[in-house]
């Protein structure tokens, strides 16, 4: 990777081309270098840190390095040994918090009362998004049955279930999944009243069955009279389901669930993904490869293979609920994971609304942060199990970038606010993403000790606009339909994600900061002409004579060039 | 006349088009001299037409008396025609063989293509040599204007009048010309304006096994130094190939002889490996089939990235030494008419903010590539899909075109042109209804009186509307040297070449659109308070009364 920093304690000294001098401070929550010779300063969040590593010493002194959740990599030279080991047994005890208080959420203050934090974290609600789908409905209600988190502690307290299913119906059916994760609805698809539903693997070994699980998955086909039957999706290779027999889970036996149909999508689990992604990084990460090496690197690391595989899953998802009008039940192992991703890709693909910004937060929210996606454990917020860590999150947001990338006109916001979420994933400044359920949430009493991201995101919307965005072209496809040709997947991995601090790759201008700053002068182009319009027409009469700069209203223009730049405001 | 002999059956009803991400089209086939087409008689939908020259092979195949036949074209394109009836559709078949084989340049639609245009600018007189000198002459004057090769006999493959150092006689010319390949003596590629520094380029030294030498040859390119300085010389060949040329009576410079001149090896591939590897990219992009792990392993596979690759860092070599070290170069390979004209070309991109235009591009184009001697004819002569054993094909301009995309992608605001101009060169060079790319050099072309008996493609693009066209709505003139990163992360493929035809684009185009329009609409809002303001200002200076803000 690049050598971005250089440097020593407080000495001079300069190894590489792109090293600088300067001093190095070690605060309760970030890392700050501050070059000596131009007061510029670079600071690193230590929850942004995941590894440091000490190598051994060398003429000009102890090397550090440093490496980042965000992918950012920076080289520490400091001159004394014995100073270096300080900071780097210092850094070893600060990055690993063990308790939740220790985060940078509570103690992060950005000068805000309680109000303001209050109506922040009330700015999605979960409710009304189902409300927008049109549930509670005459086949979908709302049940209190999860309410004290009883019957299924990783699952919110809300949960949209078919009018049909009766309480012992759900709590049995509990009993049969995995974590007690039972098939509740995530989308409604209100034009053809087809669910996506969403649970956990059922707990069938070879044989075991249960009536109250099948009645269930009876209860959702019956909700939908479009359809007879209801797909269910294992996202799972099938050999891994087959394993997880042995071990009493396992998937549905098509015999005994009358009315489903099955199928298997092959998504690889969290490991595999963990460990894919580590070759990339390698693979790209490396200087002065031949192409060669690039390429057989980038196949063999298997990334773009496990996106495409996400991607074609949600396309299926798509096709099931918005062609044939069939409800679908998505699962994986545990169903925070795959099924996660695949149901929140696939509501992108079908509803126009989640791929505004606002619209994305909620869906963010609901089929991640409220469905238990294991934030803490993903991501490493405390000292954990390394085996759980897995860039699962991270993989849908390179998901979305792609079909960012194939429909630019479709999404409200450009990649800038995606790596922004990705950025504060990581950092643990605010509270939305910390803990592993919404019930460890409510005991941390993050509402009311922490900032939610979303209001910071809002208030900065102007920042991550997509100037291409036209809402009219998602009048006209409302369901888009990416193609997954190996080829279609583009740039081949996603720079400004994974090289986003080593600028010595990219493009060197960008299409998308030339097009921003033009639609700023336009803007501010805007209010001049108003101004001298408004000056014009003060004038005296005498000089009506002179030829009126006709057609200078700006909405006219506006909207014949394309309802698109609307998005703005 | 001659076509009517190779047209079997003109025209047939009936006939079903398939192509790609479009709709089928059900009309008449027609075949004319140089043209397929087919057309349907209404008014909203779109003709075929397709020059018989842009054919690189076909395959036919029957159901019952159904034919179809898959066309396959120069420009990458894949087209599918069913044809009721046997005899018709193998009368058709053979009929497109030949037309689209046809060995005499004469034949060519070029010379029988009127333009239904009208000519403001001839482009056969656009980019001539003395007027490129004159550029120099400003500049500086230790050039000069030779017309040695006047009758091209001193080397066929040079226009009659090469640039060449102000001291140096058409004598010393003619000896040095014996000494080089083809006798394609030392000549001015580019003149470095910043710095005086100068590229030059040539064909490989005849050394052969006994180490001839050339005083001449020496004193030609000494002649390109400052005192006391050293120049590079950069072989396109690694340093084994040159030493086996030494064999066939070619070489290298020796450093005994050439003591002032420290030379540069790189490995850049040759005709028949290139066309090659174009051969096996577009399969891997036609195969919709493949999984991810296939895909990247046959693009792998077909090394045209690594080519890509290669290329560029050699002329970014060459530019370094020029711009950086300030040190003059001299460039050849072999003949010195393909990878020689690839690294001078693609220097000059780099260094030279004048050939980031399309005025200037196209007289890079001219100088380094049609009057520096590519053999067009020779290497376009088939494209990726032909069943015919490649002779003297390849896609060396293609790889050219493909390099200055890559550069055009990473610095996206300082080319005054579009992709779509590199994709025009790109067509026109395998088919096109002009005469510019006929021909394998300025003595060919003279010879074939291409001048007066064809239309310059250069003629249509410098209209107007075509210009327009060609135009990159981002561009903002730089006047700065552009270093483009060559490491293969920052490389990709030409999906504007390569997978033109393979997905739809609507998507992509109507952003781009978009894009456009945001341009657009800031030019007219900000021509708007201009003219408003100095409306206002008049009225200011007429009555003194009145301030504007």
């Known amino acids: 990777m690049f050598y971005t920093q250089l440097y020593s304690q407080e000495k001079h000294l300069s190894l590489l081309?792109?090293?600088?001098?300067?001093?190095?401070?070690?605060?309760?929550t970030h890392l700050i270098f501050v070059e000596s010779s131009s007061n510029n300063s670079t600071s690193i969040l230590h929850h942004h840190i995941a590894s440091v590593e000490k190598l051994s010493l060398t003429t000009t002194g102890c090397p550090l390095v440093i490496q980042c959740r965000n992918f950012r990599v920076v080289h520490f030279v400091v001159q004394r040994e014995r100073d270096c080991h300080d900071i780097y047994s210092s850094l070893l005890r600060l990055l690993r918090p063990v308790s939740y208080e220790e985060l940078y959420a509570f103690s992060y203050n950005p000068k805000q009362n309680d109000q303001q934090r209050e109506e922040g974290w009330q700015l999605i609600d979960l409710g009304a998004e189902f409300e927008r789908m049109g549930v509670p409905c005459d086949q979908w209600q709302l049940t209190d049955v999860n309410r004290d988190y009883k019957v299924c502690e990783t699952y919110p307290r809300d949960l949209y279930v078919?009018?049909?299913?009766?309480?012992?119906?759900?709590?049995?059916?509990?009993?049969?999944?995995?974590?007690?994760?039972?098939?509740?609805?995530?989308?409604?698809?209100?034009?053809?009243?087809?669910?996506?539903?969403?649970?956990?693997?059922?707990?069938?070994?070879?044989?075991?069955?249960?009536?109250?699980?099948?009645?269930?998955?009876?209860?959702?086909?019956?909700?939908?009279?479009?359809?007879?039957?209801?797909?269910?999706?294992?996202?799972?290779?099938?050999?891994?389901?087959?394993?997880?027999?042995?071990?009493?889970?396992?998937?549905?036996?098509?015999?005994?669930?009358?009315?489903?149909?099955?199928?298997?999508?092959?998504?690889?689990?969290?490991?595999?993904?963990?460990?894919?992604?580590?070759?990339l990084l390698e693979v790209i990460g490396t200087r002065s490869l031949n192409m060669s090496d690039y390429l057989v690197g980038l196949e063999s690391s298997g990334w773009l293979r496990h996106i495409k595989a996400v991607v074609d899953a949600a396309i299926f998802l798509t096709k099931a609920v918005t062609v044939e009008g069939a409800s679908v039940l998505v699962h994986c192992s545990d169903g925070w994971d795959r099924t996660a991703q695949v149901c929140s890709l696939g509501a992108l693909l079908m509803d126009p609304y989640y791929r505004t910004m606002k619209g994305f937060m909620v869906l963010i929210e609901k089929d991640w942060i409220s469905f238990g996606h294991k934030f803490a454990d993903r991501c490493d917020q405390l000292d954990g199990d390394p085996k759980e860590v897995s860039p699962i999150f991270t993989q849908f947001l390179e998901c979305v970038w792609q079909l960012t990338e194939q429909f630019p006109q479709a999404f409200e916001f450009s990649e800038w606010f995606l790596l922004q979420i990705h950025e504060h994933v990581h950092s643990c400044q605010y509270g939305n993403f910390l803990g592993n359920n919404q019930r460890q949430r409510e005991e941390l009493q993050l509402r009311e000790r922490t900032h939610s991201l979303w209001a910071f995101l809002m208030s900065e919307k102007q920042n991550y606009l997509n100037p291409f965005y036209s809402p009219a072209y998602s009048e006209v496809h409302p369901v888009l339909a990416?193609?997954?040709?190996?080829?279609?997947?583009?740039?081949?991995?996603?720079?400004?994600?994974?090289?986003?601090?080593?600028?010595?790759?990219?493009?060197?201008?960008?299409?998308?900061?030339?097009?921003?700053?033009?639609?700023?002068?336009?803007?501010?182009?805007?209010?001049?002409?108003?101004a001298l319009e408004t000056l014009q027409l003060q004038l005296p009469p005498a000089t009506s004579r002179l030829p009126h700069s006709g057609g200078t209203h700006k909405p006219q223009r506006s909207a014949a060039a394309g309802g698109g730049r609307g998005g703005g405001g | 006349m001659e076509f009517a002999e190779l047209i079997k059956t003109p025209r047939v009803d009936g006939v079903v088009l398939h192509r790609p991400f479009m709709p089928t089209v059900e009309g008449t086939l027609c075949l004319t001299g140089h043209h397929l087409i087919l057309s349907s008689r209404q008014d909203n939908t779109e003709e075929l037409w397709l020059l018989h020259s842009n054919i690189d092979s076909i395959e036919k195949r029957f159901v019952g008396s159904l034919g179809t036949i898959i066309v396959?074209?120069?420009?990458?394109?894949?087209?599918?025609?069913?044809?009721?009836?046997?005899?018709?559709?193998?009368?058709?078949?053979?009929?497109?063989?030949?037309?689209?084989?046809?060995?005499?340049?004469?034949?060519?639609?070029?010379?029988?293509?009127?333009?239904?245009?009208e000519v403001i600018e001839d482009g056969w007189n656009s980019f001539l040599p003395e007027d490129a000198f004159k550029d120099?002459?400003?500049?500086?004057?230790?050039?000069?204007?030779?017309?040695?090769?006047?009758?091209?006999?001193?080397?066929?493959?040079?226009?009659?009048?090469?640039?060449?150092?102000?001291?140096?006689?058409?004598?010393?010319?003619?000896?040095?010309?014996?000494?080089?390949?083809?006798?394609?003596?030392?000549?001015?590629?580019?003149?470095?304006?910043?710095?005086?520094?100068?590229?030059?380029?040539?064909?490989?030294?005849?050394?052969?096994?006994?180490?001839?030498?050339?005083?001449?040859?020496?004193?030609?390119?000494?002649?390109?130094?400052?005192?006391?300085?050293?120049?590079?010389?950069?072989?396109?060949?690694?340093?084994n190939v040159a030493q086996q040329a030494k064999a066939r009576g070619g070489g290298f410079e020796s450093e005994a002889n050439y003591p002032q001149w420290r030379r540069i090896h790189k490995a850049l591939e040759r005709s028949n490996v290139l066309q090659e590897s174009l051969i096996k990219l577009v399969e891997a992009c036609n195969d919709q089939s493949h999984s991810m792990d296939r895909w990247l392993s046959k693009l792998e596979a077909s090394s045209w990235q690594t080519h890509v690759?290669?290329?560029?860092?050699?002329?970014?070599?060459?530019?370094?030494?020029?711009?950086?070290?300030?040190?003059?170069?001299?460039?050849?390979?072999?003949?010195?008419?393909?990878?020689?004209?690839?690294?001078?070309?693609l220097a000059q991109i780099i260094l030279d903010p004048a050939c980031r235009t399309i005025r200037g591009f196209q007289g890079l184009v001219e100088r380094e590539w049609l009057q520096a001697g590519h053999p067009f004819q020779q290497r376009c002569a088939q494209s990726a899909y032909s069943n015919s054993k490649p002779r003297q094909e390849s896609p060396v301009f293609l790889l050219f075109l493909d390099c200055v995309w890559q550069i055009l992608r990473q610095f996206p605001c300082s080319?005054?042109?579009?992709?779509?101009?590199?994709?025009?060169?790109?067509?026109?060079?395998?088919?096109?209804?002009?005469?510019?790319?006929?021909?394998?050099?300025?003595?060919?072309?003279?010879?074939?009186?291409?001048?007066?008996?064809?239309v310059s493609l250069w003629s249509w693009v410098n209209r107007p509307q075509e210009l327009e066209r060609l135009t990159n709505p981002l561009y903002e003139a730089n006047s700065l040297v552009i270093w483009p990163s060559v490491a293969p992360q920052s490389l990709l493929l030409w999906e504007g070449v390569f997978l033109r035809w393979n997905r739809s684009s609507r998507c992509l185009d109507e952003a781009y659109e978009e894009m456009v329009h945001i341009i657009e609409y800031n030019k007219e809002l900000q021509n708007k308070v201009n003219s408003l303001r100095r409306q206002l200002a008049q009225l200011e200076t007429e009555d003194p009364l009145l301030q504007t803000p």
């Open chain 2, 309 to 345: 690759k290669e290329i560029l860092t050699t002329a970014c070599l060459a530019a370094q030494c020029i711009d950086r070290e300030g040190a003059s170069v001299l460039v050849h390979g072999t003949e010195g008419t393909d990878s020689t004209l690839q690294v001078t070309s």
């Open chain 2, 415 to 454: 080319f005054e042109f579009s992709e779509s101009f590199l994709v025009l060169l790109f067509e026109h060079a395998y088919a096109s209804q002009f005469g510019t790319f006929l021909g394998n050099s300025t003595a060919e072309r003279t010879r074939l009186s291409l001048p007066e008996k064809t």
């Open chain 1, 482 to 530: 990416p193609s997954t040709l190996p080829y279609n997947f583009k740039s081949v991995f996603w720079r400004n994600m994974y090289h986003q601090f080593d600028r010595s790759m990219h493009p060197r201008q960008s299409i998308l900061k030339a097009i921003l700053t033009l639609r700023d002068n336009s803007r501010n182009a805007e209010s001049t002409l108003q």
């Open chain 2, 72 to 117: 396959k074209c120069k420009d990458l394109r894949v087209i599918q025609l069913d044809i009721p009836g046997m005899e018709e559709c193998l009368n058709i078949a053979s009929s497109i063989e030949a037309l689209s084989t046809l060995d005499s340049v004469s034949l060519m639609y070029p010379f029988f293509y009127r333009p239904m245009f």
């Open chain 1, 162 to 279: 078919p009018i049909t299913a009766s309480k012992p119906i759900i709590v049995g059916s509990s009993k049969f999944r995995s974590k007690g994760r039972f098939p509740v609805l995530t989308y409604f698809y209100q034009e053809k009243k087809a669910a996506v539903c969403r649970c956990s693997q059922p707990l069938s070994g070879f044989s075991a069955r249960c009536l109250e699980d099948e009645s269930l998955l009876q209860a959702i086909s019956k909700a939908n009279h479009n359809s007879r039957f209801v797909y269910v999706m294992d996202t799972r290779p099938k050999l891994n389901a087959l394993a997880n027999r042995a071990a009493g889970k396992g998937y549905e036996n098509e015999d005994n669930y009358s009315n489903i149909r099955f199928q298997f999508v092959g998504i690889e689990n969290i490991h595999v993904m963990r460990t894919s992604l580590q070759k």
């Open chain 1, 17 to 28: 081309n792109k090293s600088t001098n300067g001093t190095l401070y070690l605060t309760a």
């Open chain 2, 136 to 239: 120099l002459e400003s500049m500086t004057d230790e050039w000069r204007l030779s017309d040695v090769n006047k009758d091209f006999s001193v080397c066929p493959s040079y226009p009659p009048l090469v640039a060449v150092p102000k001291d140096i006689d058409d004598d010393t010319l003619r000896k040095a010309a014996t000494f080089r390949h083809s006798g394609r003596f030392p000549v001015l590629s580019y003149y470095h304006k910043k710095n005086g520094m100068v590229m030059m380029r040539s064909g490989q030294p005849l050394t052969g096994t006994n180490g001839r030498r050339c005083k001449e040859d020496e004193k030609l390119i000494n002649a390109t130094l400052r005192p006391g300085k050293r120049g590079y010389i950069i072989d396109t060949r690694t340093i």
